[in-house]
């Protein structure tokens, strides 16, 4: 499997930000809150955090 990886450490922290400010944040606010980001890449980054219990998956 290719390791997903933030490019830049600015990129991190605001994902970072979003999540922390809003942990129920929803992958399509995330995304639309992160517009410079690929989407695809984003979902895929979530996912993988989800998948090694960084984040958790919660369903509403």
Do not use: W, Y
């Amino acid at each position: 499997m290719r390791e997903l990886s933030i490019s830049e450490s600015e990129q991190s922290q605001r994902i970072i930000h979003c999540i922390a400010v809003s942990p129920a944040i929803t992958l399509a606010d995330l995304t639309a809150q992160l517009p410079e980001l690929d989407a695809h890449k984003l979902r895929q980054l979530v996912t993988e955090l989800c998948r090694q219990h960084v984040l958790e998956l919660v369903r509403q």
